[in-house]
């Protein structure tokens, strides 16, 4: 098959690029900063907020047996009008260009945070509202493009569309870009392994999974063409305890609110670059039953949470870097250059 992945050199696009490459498909990486090595991929630059976009979109989306749009933006977390025109915007051109381009099934990498909060304590599936968390920029963000899907979708007689819901994704390569993006600038990894108390509220309870078991279960998607919604997650969810014990500190209960607050103050005043919605996000986002993606898809996940957990922050304390721009390595000294020569992270892109 020829498959074009929009954020090929990401987190979870690198896994993707991995798992794919054996099978012998013709694979396409779209990027914004492609990597100086290319390897077995195609690689395009493209940026998703230039209106150039959508004429290299449609040029290379000709031919594709199947479209897998990864990209996203994170940074800068003070620009929501900028995450907006990547992941909303983005979306919704890389619909437009399948669409006339006759790409004949699209996979859209939605999120855990596109669900609306959680009413308890059970597992919710593919049928739980996704309206989003409304005070986090990135749920209301990921909602919005479920509903551009909707719209896509429309009619019945377009491509087969495929909504993959995964809770946080990690691995150990994506440590120094997590830095980059939730740590001060003057911190250290190494300052990751000396924290000595774990300071959140005990109902913490956030699913998470690999970035090989989310690539495994897209490649799955592709070779069934399965559309629909998928819930992907380990069994266990990261909780307070959990990053506690991973991190060799003591949990100490601190209620949301007050966390929250301390995140806000510090992001207003432009000392990390965390945004307060991301707390909100972590204690209203539900538990998922991943039923249906187990049944019609054979998949089942190889990593459990804690082992999710172990490797990211094994991640953080080495800074762990992956070969493309997304995972360069982070020190503090190239964290120093960029805040003086490009401004605090906060402000620029980092996509």
């Given at each position: 098959?020829?498959?074009?992945?929009?954020?090929?050199?990401?987190?979870?696009?690198?896994?993707?690029?991995?798992?794919?490459?054996?099978?012998?498909?013709?694979?396409?990486?779209?990027?914004?900063?492609?990597?100086?090595?290319?390897?077995?991929?195609?690689?395009?630059?493209?940026d998703?907020?230039?209106?150039?976009?959508?004429v290299?979109?449609?040029?290379?989306?000709?031919?594709?047996?199947?479209?897998?749009?990864?990209?996203?933006?994170?940074?800068?977390?003070?620009?929501?009008?900028?995450?907006?025109?990547?992941?909303?915007?983005?979306?919704?051109?890389v619909l437009?260009a399948?669409?006339?381009?006759?790409?004949p099934?699209?996979?859209?990498?939605?999120s855990?945070?596109?669900?609306s909060a959680?009413?308890?304590?059970?597992?919710?599936?593919?049928?739980?509202?996704?309206?989003g968390?409304?005070?986090?920029p990135?749920?209301r963000?990921k909602a919005?493009?479920?509903?551009?899907l909707?719209e896509?979708e429309?009619?019945?007689?377009?491509?087969?569309?495929t909504?993959l819901?995964?809770?946080i994704v990690?691995?150990?390569?994506?440590?120094?870009a997590?830095?980059?993006?939730?740590?001060?600038?003057?911190?250290?990894?190494?300052a990751?392994?000396?924290?000595?108390?774990?300071?959140l509220?005990?109902?913490l309870?956030?699913?998470?999974?690999h970035?090989?078991?989310?690539?495994?279960?897209?490649?799955r998607?592709?070779?069934?063409?399965?559309?629909?919604?998928?819930?992907?997650?380990?069994?266990?969810?990261?909780t307070?305890?959990?990053i506690?014990?991973?991190?060799?500190?003591?949990?100490?209960?601190?209620?949301?609110?007050?966390v929250?607050?301390?995140?806000a103050?510090?992001?207003?005043?432009r000392?990390?670059?965390l945004?307060?919605?991301?707390?909100?996000?972590?204690?209203?986002?539900?538990?998922?039953d991943?039923?249906?993606?187990?049944r019609?898809?054979?998949w089942?996940?190889?990593s459990?949470?804690p082992?999710?957990?172990r490797?990211?922050?094994?991640g953080?304390?080495?800074?762990a870097?992956?070969?493309?721009?997304v995972?360069?390595?982070r020190?503090?000294?190239?964290?120093?250059?960029?805040?003086l020569?490009?401004?605090?992270?906060?402000e620029?892109?980092?996509?």
């Amino acid at each position: 098959m020829r498959i074009v992945i929009t954020g090929a050199s990401g987190n979870l696009g690198t896994a993707l690029l991995r798992r794919l490459a054996p099978d012998g498909h013709e694979l396409v990486g779209l990027s914004r900063r492609p990597p100086e090595d290319p390897g077995d991929v195609q690689w395009q630059a493209v940026d998703l907020t230039d209106d150039s976009a959508t004429v290299v979109l449609r040029q290379v989306f000709e031919g594709a047996d199947a479209v897998v749009h990864l990209a996203w933006a994170f940074q800068p977390s003070h620009d929501l009008d900028y995450l907006e025109s990547v992941g909303v915007g983005g979306t919704e051109k890389v619909l437009r260009a399948a669409a006339v381009a006759g790409v004949p099934h699209v996979l859209h990498l939605s999120s855990i945070g596109a669900y609306s909060a959680k009413r308890g304590d059970e597992p919710v599936d593919e049928s739980w509202p996704t309206d989003g968390v409304p005070s986090s920029p990135y749920s209301r963000h990921k909602a919005a493009t479920e509903r551009l899907l909707d719209e896509f979708e429309h009619g019945g007689d377009g491509p087969t569309v495929t909504r993959l819901r995964p809770g946080i994704v990690g691995q150990r390569t994506a440590g120094s870009a997590l830095l980059r993006y939730a740590v001060p600038a003057l911190v250290p990894a190494k300052a990751i392994g000396l924290v000595p108390l774990v300071l959140l509220d005990r109902a913490l309870a956030v699913p998470v999974v690999h970035a090989d078991d989310v690539a495994d279960a897209i490649a799955r998607c592709l070779e069934r063409r399965a559309g629909g919604a998928f819930n992907v997650c380990a069994p266990t969810p990261v909780t307070t305890t959990l990053i506690a014990r991973a991190l060799s500190a003591r949990a100490v209960h601190v209620p949301a609110a007050a966390v929250r607050a301390t995140v806000a103050a510090s992001w207003h005043a432009r000392i990390q670059q965390l945004d307060p919605g991301w707390i909100d996000l972590a204690y209203a986002v539900p538990l998922m039953d991943c039923s249906r993606a187990e049944r019609e898809l054979d998949w089942q996940p190889r990593s459990d949470g804690p082992e999710v957990l172990r490797e990211l922050i094994d991640g953080l304390k080495d800074a762990a870097a992956g070969r493309t721009p997304v995972l360069r390595p982070r020190t503090v000294v190239n964290r120093l250059q960029d805040l003086l020569h490009r401004g605090p992270v906060g402000e620029r892109r980092e996509t």
